[in-house]
């Protein structure tokens, strides 16, 4: 486990840094998670890479030709190198921590926004500038769709959670209603 925690703070630093802007931090990070959502969604591509009869040499090889085009040079070297000493197993671990080293790094705020319809691009842009400039910070957003509220927005900014949903605001009145 020790091995372990060593070879993920190893890769996860190497990304990090290699990761000089807020564009390099969202390549690195889309392509790992595209890479972890192949791993886990086909078994075919789960059990390649994770084969002990196939060689090293072969896996990376083909790792390479099928994503050279689409990953970042920095990522395809560390990813070959995660193949080569056959620790695909440690990937999600390592997203997660270069994730956590370059939020620190780049000032990187991660917010999720749910709202009750789907948003247009004009409404996420503009909630996006405006968190941007009330925390001051780069923003890697994600925007959700939950039909059970009412209206209003859920946003979470890394872990606080902002609720100016029309279903809360209900409950909280219904509450303050009860204790009279």
Do not use: C, P, R
Request: hydrophobic fraction near 40%; charged fraction near 30%.
């Amino acid at each position: 486990m020790k091995q372990n925690l060593k070879k993920i703070n190893i890769y996860s630093n190497l990304l990090n840094d290699a990761v000089n802007s807020f564009d390099d931090f969202i390549g690195v990070k889309n392509g790992l998670d595209e890479f972890n959502a192949s791993l886990k969604d086909d078994l075919s591509i789960n059990t390649f890479f994770k084969s002990k009869t196939v060689d090293s040499v072969e896996k990376m090889s083909l790792f390479e030709k099928a994503v050279s085009n689409s990953m970042s040079v920095i990522l395809v070297e560390v990813l070959k190198v995660v193949i080569e000493n056959d620790d695909i197993n440690l990937l999600k671990d390592v997203t997660k921590n270069f994730t956590l080293l370059s939020k620190q790094k780049l000032n990187i705020a991660f917010v999720e926004v749910v709202s009750s319809n789907e948003m247009n691009s004009d409404q996420k842009d503009d909630i996006t500038n405006s968190l941007g400039e009330l925390i001051n910070k780069k923003i890697d957003i994600n925007f959700d769709v939950d039909k059970n509220l009412i209206g209003g927005l859920k946003i979470k900014v890394d872990d606080t959670l902002y609720d100016s949903s029309l279903q809360t605001k209900l409950e909280n009145a219904k509450s303050k209603l009860v204790g009279v």
